[in-house]
């Protein structure tokens, strides 16, 4: 019964890293992506060096003017603010790439007439959502890999360094926050033959999760802290600020799991559809 189980423990990976292999495949082929790859690097290399200059400036003449006046300097951790502060703008230009990216996962398999075919092979669906989130994961995090180089870089030379936890814990908290936006948006690209809605429809659901955290942050009482516990924006400012919490894996867990299990029903759908 164990090698029974074992064995069907290593096909199911296995289906999954065929998934996943021929879908990353895609991402480095295709010259789409790296026109978003070379978008992504662009803004982001500008917004970190904006803020940096920004922060460093402003605190600097704060500084002048609490001599002046004679005021006791405050100690400011120029450092983490310039990550907080970049991180909330990686977020944002991550919130536009991030539905551009999901858009085609089922899309293209329903244009070219391959999703009949997944739908009724022997992989299962669940296998199929997860390779294919997996793969645009991947793509994902190694657009944001030379972005956590230079933040290492350049704030690692403040006087003290910046603790590589908070570095690390903010970047970590935008990898899963995309993979719950990327989970929920293979679902909606499950829906449709069409990338432009698909792409539509995934703004749309950043919309309602933007709507969230800014009623988790206007309201009060038992309200504001039920969404804020659903909001992942909420949870990821958290992280951002090195603040970890076994809540925010749960939320961003079940927001992932929630957008695989959606996407294995929809294709379910389809094949009874197509029966």
């Not at 074992?6 to 010259?31: C, D, K, M, W």
């Not at 992504?40 to 003449?61: K, P, R, Y």
């Amino acid at each position: 019964m164990l090698s029974v189980s074992r064995h069907g423990l290593r096909v199911l990976f296995a289906n999954i890293l065929a998934i996943y292999r021929r879908e990353l495949q895609s991402y480095f082929t295709a010259p789409f992506y790296y026109v978003i790859a070379g978008v992504f690097w662009l803004l982001s290399g500008l917004f970190f060096l904006v803020v940096m200059t920004t922060i460093i400036s402003q605190v600097a003449q704060q500084d002048l003017l609490q001599q002046q006046f004679g005021a006791p300097s405050q100690a400011i951790d120029v450092p983490k603010l310039i990550l907080e502060s970049f991180l909330g703008l990686l977020g944002s230009i991550s919130q536009v790439i991030l539905p551009m990216l999901s858009m085609g996962l089922y899309t293209e398999e329903r244009k070219h007439g391959t999703l009949e075919l997944l739908a009724t092979s022997p992989i299962t669906n669940w296998c199929v959502a997860t390779g294919k989130l997996l793969a645009v994961l991947t793509f994902y995090t190694t657009l944001l890999l030379p972005v956590i180089i230079y933040q290492f870089v350049a704030l690692q030379q403040s006087t003290p360094p910046l603790s590589p936890w908070l570095i690390l814990a903010g970047n970590g908290g935008l990898i899963l926050l995309a993979a719950a936006i990327l989970s929920l948006g293979m679902f909606l690209s499950s829906l449709t033959d069409s990338t432009i809605l698909a792409a539509i429809l995934g703004f749309a659901v950043l919309l309602v999760l933007w709507v969230l955290d800014v009623l988790a942050k206007n309201t009060g009482g038992n309200l504001s802290d039920i969404l804020s516990y659903l909001s992942p924006l909420e949870h990821f400012t958290h992280l951002t600020r090195g603040i970890f919490r076994s809540s925010s894996l749960v939320v961003f867990g079940s927001y992932i799991f929630l957008g695989i299990f959606l996407t294995a029903q929809s294709i379910d759908a389809f094949r009874y559809q197509r029966n």
